[in-house]
């Protein structure tokens, strides 16, 4: 299955946190989507993987997503050398997105700095027709590089190349978010708590996509960086 969008994340829920509006967006607006997930997350303290895995299919079918896998790399300990970029390389080359969506470039969370790095390098490395790589059936894959590799905002605020509007989808967005129950506020559940699970948390991801929204004359926002200058040929086209 070729995609159009490949999203890819740290852990699972960075993506419904990070940018679940405008991958809602895009599904909405025809295009193929697909996450790709580095970890279960099994360092967490609410959950436990297979608990994480479920969530993560129940918050892929609210987004309409098109496919949804786990690599299954070592949360907290992935590196990004060229074990870690071949794993990466090979769903690139299977998926061949034209967009690839990663992590944010720096966060509070140093998994998601180091996935940021890991995916740049890998998206790079992905088009050099010397490396190999094989499919699941043992055939070599063709080299394949996307288009362009944009980072989703997380924690800390890191001012944006542009920000999408996803008011629209903001319900549809906060109801991915909270198909990981194990890891958000729930009165009834009485395990620890996190720094994401108080109730405050969610208030405060739903008061910066209105800072984003603000910024651009809109309800509700997702920011996001480049990694190059973003090219038009239609100054229409930024309006």
Known sequence: MKLDIL??????DDIELGCAGTLISHVDAGYKVGIVDLTVGELGTRGTPE???????????????????????????????????????E????????????????????????????????????????????????EEQEAWRPKVVY??????????????????????????????????????????NTYISSPEFLDFVESRAKELGHAIGVTYGEGFTKERFIGVKNMFDLI
């Open 7 to 12: 999203a890819f994340a740290s852990h699972p």
């Open 51 to 89: 608990v994480r895995l479920q969530e993560a299919a129940d918050a892929a079918k609210v987004m309409g997503i098109s496919v949804r896998d786990n690599l299954g790399m070592a949360d907290g300990f992935f590196q990004n050398d060229r074990e870690h970029q071949l794993k990466v390389i």
């Open 91 to 138: 769903v690139l080359r299977k998926y061949r997105p034209e967009i690839v969506i990663a992590n944010a470039i720096h966060d509070r969370h140093p998994d998601h700095g180091r996935g940021s790095a890991l995916l740049t390098e890998s998206c790079f490395k992905s088009g050099l027709k010397m490396i190999k790589t094989q499919n699941e059936a043992g």
């Open 151 to 192: 980072h989703y905002i997380q924690d800390r605020l890191i001012t944006p190349d542009f920000v999408v509007d996803v008011t629209p989808y903001w319900e549809k967005k906060m109801d991915a978010i909270r198909a990981f129950k194990s890891q958000f506020f729930n009165p009834d559940d009485t395990s620890p």
